[in-house]
């Protein structure tokens, strides 16, 4: 009886032992998750802000949106694949998957294809990158997160040119959308989307219309 005892006494205390093992694991990638996720949509705040400072000098869009201006953080050409934390981050297929909702490249029917997404035929958006690079080289920051912002036509506009902002008076002038993306170690990821308006003011001043998070969490 004594053995038999001493045997489940000390199979009770490895099953004690076991889980808390388990919970402190579990406490510490929750900590982690959580942690990562903040870095992320502090990442994609801080690149919004820059950016729309950026944008706010700019003399004219229609450089930006037709892709002849970039940022002056943007990270060499706005094509071809980076490596974020170790993994693939294919720049041509995030802008396709915006554009067409393919990974291969749009073709001009398919980006001006009325889908539910996009239902604006000519006028849908045609996301060009802006600022794009790694976040630690802007922000002094001890971070591995890589910042994309991509900016794109009001499809309010409807003038059936995406490439150009629309001339002053009419609907959606003075008006461009942006999208920022920060990628993270361990599939940390967070997107935002904004609308800002710049008036013809001198010095110009800017307003953001709408701001919201889409995703802000990891994988």
């Known amino acids: 009886m004594g053995i038999v005892i001493v045997l489940l006494v000390t199979l009770l205390l490895s099953a004690i032992g076991a889980a808390l093992a388990l919970t402190s694991a579990t406490e510490a990638t929750i900590a982690g998750h959580f942690h990562r996720a903040h870095e992320v949509r ?8 820059a950016a729309a400072l950026e944008l706010r000098d700019l ?25 974020v934390a170790g993994q693939a981050l294919n ?14 490249p749009c073709t001009g029917a398919a980006i001006a ?11 849908n958006p045609r996301w060009r990158l802006f600022r794009y690079g790694r976040w630690a080289a802007v922000s002094q920051a001890p971070s591995a997160t890589y910042i994309v912002v991509l900016v794109a036509d009001d499809a309010a506009e409807q003038d059936g040119d995406p490439s150009r902002d629309g001339l002053a008076g009419t609907p ?3 008006r ?4 920022i993306e920060a990628f993270g170690p361990a599939g940390a990821h967070a997107v935002a989307e904004a609308l800002l308006e710049r008036n013809a003011d001198h010095p110009p001043q800017l307003r953001v219309l709408a701001w919201h998070f889409i995703v802000a969490g990891t994988s």
């Open 42 to 49: 502090h990442a994609a705040a801080g690149a919004f802000e």
């Open 59 to 83: 003399p004219d869009w229609s450089s930006v949106l037709d892709g002849s201006v970039r940022s002056a953080y943007a990270e060499g050409p706005p094509t071809g694949v980076r490596t």
């Open 91 to 104: 720049l041509d297929q995030l802008r396709s998957l915006l554009d067409c909702q393919r990974l291969s």
């Open 176 to 179: 461009i959308r942006a999208r």
């Open 113 to 123: 294809a009325v889908t539910a997404g996009r239902p604006w035929g000519a006028d």
């Open 172 to 174: 959606g002038a003075g």
